[in-house]
């Protein structure tokens, strides 16, 4: 059997860790049109979650459309992305999507190109004037809403990593996406993403378009239990011995953080193939292994830290990230002042290094923590 853990990508099936009430409880809102705006820091296993929702949906006969911003870095971009997005929704024959775009898109003109693997794919030509552009996007944004015209089906829509739109224009292209979308009906909008500070601000302050635009879902870590549940099924189905106590330890590492528990486990597999039995020895020889392999990057993330990023980051590590801008933590890890230490967490949490859980500031990669332990503390 194949090493059945997996980070890095996306998972489904087997791989894929028990989210049964995060599963209920959004499928529930979408069925009932509510948009729903999903949150988590990096790595948490939303975009697995939204796919494995959205192949249930699509079974129930729902159109489903995903759209990964991250792709997205310019206009002409996401009307590209978008439409073909939503072609993969509108029918299976090319001919029927063809036909689709015809009647309900002006300025285009769609074709079939055979892509490397000899599969049919949809081209769309149009001219890159601001006027043109600009009348295209209109009846893009509309798309979804012709689909339920036309199919007589609800339709949700999936915006992957929202807070990169951002990066279009300023707000104004949250501003024309948001007076497209808020009358569509039939149709449920979920945006998610995992810059939590950005997108907290595009749905809590007053003055953004998406302001309040649907129900906030926070997406948690997977609680204990159901992690070590996972843990034991995947170490058993490849008929190892794995104790209780020995799955908990592995959720204690990686504090149930649900990348770095895959991690782990795809390390102490191939540690422990020859054996088939996993000890919890073998889990600091999986970290070292883990730490040994990711030291290059880790060397690249602390050079590229400022002289005072870098103090505090070993705060952080000594010290915990309670009360960080306090006097008495500021003087035991000889930190500058509270508006410097400010602006470099706020740097920290930018590039991903750091992040706030519940008024803490914690590294959520344990094993760059223990890297900076072993080599800069």
């Not at 081209?123 to 007589?152: A, F, G, M």
């Not at 995947?234 to 528990?261: L, Q, W």
Request: hydrophobic share 35%; charged share 30%; with cysteine.
């Amino acid at each position: 059997m194949e090493n059945p853990f997996y980070y890095g990508t996306t998972v489904s099936g087997k791989s894929f860790a028990n989210r049964k009430k995060e599963i209920k409880e959004i499928i529930a809102d979408i069925k009932s049109g509510q948009n729903l705006f999903i949150y988590s820091p990096r790595r948490y296993g939303k975009t697995s979650l939204i796919k494995v929702i959205l192949k249930k949906l699509k079974k129930q006969g729902l159109a489903t459309i995903y759209l990964d911003f991250y792709q997205i870095y310019s206009k002409e971009r996401f009307i590209d992305l978008y439409s073909k997005a939503i072609a993969n929704s509108t029918a299976s024959k090319m001919e029927k999507i063809i036909d689709f775009f015809k009647r309900n898109v002006k300025n285009v003109v769609p074709s079939v190109t055979i892509d490397e693997d000899g599969k049919p794919k949809l081209q769309l030509e149009y001219s890159n004037r601001k006027s043109t552009i600009s009348k295209l996007l209109e009846d893009v944004y509309q798309l979804p809403q012709r689909l339920v015209v036309e199919k007589k089906k609800k339709v949700v829509v999936v915006f992957d990593e929202f807070q990169e739109i951002r990066n279009l224009d300023g707000e104004q292209f949250e501003k024309e996406l948001r007076s497209n979308i808020q009358h569509h009906e039939k149709i449920c909008y979920i945006f998610m993403g995992s810059k939590t500070h950005i997108l907290l601000d595009m749905f809590n302050n007053r003055n953004r378009p998406f302001y309040k635009i649907g129900k906030i879902f926070y997406l948690n870590k997977l609680p204990k239990r159901d992690l070590v549940n996972f843990i034991l099924k995947r170490f058993m189905e490849g008929s190892y011995n794995i104790s209780v106590d020995t799955a908990e330890e592995i959720c204690n590492v990686t504090k149930n953080h649900p990348y770095y528990t895959q991690m782990l486990c795809h390390e102490v597999w191939e540690i422990c193939a020859d054996k088939k039995r996993v000890e919890k020895k073998d889990l600091n020889r999986a970290s070292d292994r883990i730490i040994r392999n990711q030291s290059e990057l880790y060397l690249r993330i602390w050079d590229s830290l400022s002289i005072h990023q870098k103090e505090l980051l070993v705060a952080l590590v000594n010290s915990g990230g309670e009360s960080i801008f306090s006097e008495a933590y500021r003087e035991q890890n000889k930190l500058p002042g509270a508006s410097t230490v400010n602006k470099c967490i706020s740097a920290l949490i930018e590039k991903e290094i750091v992040e706030k859980n519940k008024g803490i500031y914690e590294v959520p990669d344990m094993f760059f923590a223990q890297w900076l332990k072993n080599n800069i503390v």
